[in-house]
């Protein structure tokens, strides 16, 4: 079945410092694929996505390339700010599967001043 | 616009009570889904409705979850009796339709069984 799996948190760091989150899959099809962010109190958001291989997702400063050789889709970013402390989950879907998203465990990332 | 709104925010039941969740999704889409969120677990679809019809329940826990679309729009997830592993947040989600990958979610509900 298709399954991500992402670093195990937390993650603590100070400001300004580089952040990288690892993802991996396993897919039946050709997934497309997805970095959520959950602030604390609030539901899900939409961080990037990108649905084809060496596609580079982006968005405030994050990114995230597609990898089908090595199955992954790893985010980061180069300087981090108190406001990026939050839970980030990997997910993918497949539209063989009617675009079910199927999610990683998620990924507690803790930013100091 | 409007985004996927949820209710209530916050519920305590005591266990072998029932409860019940509300979504309303963003308007016009046509795909809804219900997600449970277990703490330090990613989100586990219960359920997926194509206007008002189901097309995966295969997760849910048919021997005390249940839930409706009646007339497309609203959705609500019942719970009847609960258990003390029920315990998470329950996430609403949106999309225009089933050949759309962006899912649009609610801020969930969190319920706590004692």
């Known amino acids: 079945g298709d399954s991500v799996t992402q670093m195990e948190g937390p993650v603590t760091l100070s400001e300004e410092a580089f952040l990288t989150i690892n993802c991996t899959y396993t897919?039946?099809?050709?997934?497309?694929l997805f970095w959520y962010v959950q602030y604390p109190g609030e539901g899900l958001q939409l961080l990037l996505k990108?649905?084809?291989?060496?596609d580079k997702g982006s968005n405030k400063g994050f990114e995230a390339t597609y990898r089908k050789e090595t199955t992954s889709f790893h985010l980061e970013k180069g300087s981090v700010q108190v406001s990026d402390s939050a839970v980030y989950f990997c997910?993918?879907?497949?539209?063989?599967?009617?675009?079910?998203?199927?999610f990683g465990a998620g990924t507690t990332v803790t930013v100091r001043a | 616009e409007a985004g996927v709104a949820q209710s209530p925010r916050y519920k305590i039941i005591e266990k072998r009570q029932s409860v019940a969740f509300w979504c309303n999704p963003i308007?016009?889409?046509?795909?809804l889904y219900w997600y449970q969120q277990i703490l330090g677990q990613g989100p586990k679809l219960l359920i997926q409705?194509?206007?008002?019809?189901?097309?995966?329940d295969s997760q849910l826990p048919k021997d005390r979850f249940s839930a409706e679309r009646l007339k497309g729009v609203d959705s609500t997830l019942k719970i009847q009796p609960a258990k003390l592993e029920d315990s998470a947040v329950y996430l609403c989600?949106?999309?225009?339709?089933?050949?759309?990958?962006?899912?649009?979610f609610g801020p969930g509900t969190r319920l706590t069984v004692t």
């Open positions: 897919a039946t099809g050709y997934p497309s």
């Open positions: 990108a649905t084809k291989a060496d």
């Open positions: 997910a993918l879907s497949v539209v063989s599967n009617d675009y079910k998203l199927s």
């Open positions: 989600a949106s999309s225009l339709g089933l050949d759309y990958y962006e899912q649009y």
């Open positions: 308007s016009g889409h046509a795909t």
């Open positions: 409705f194509q206007n008002n019809g189901v097309v995966d």
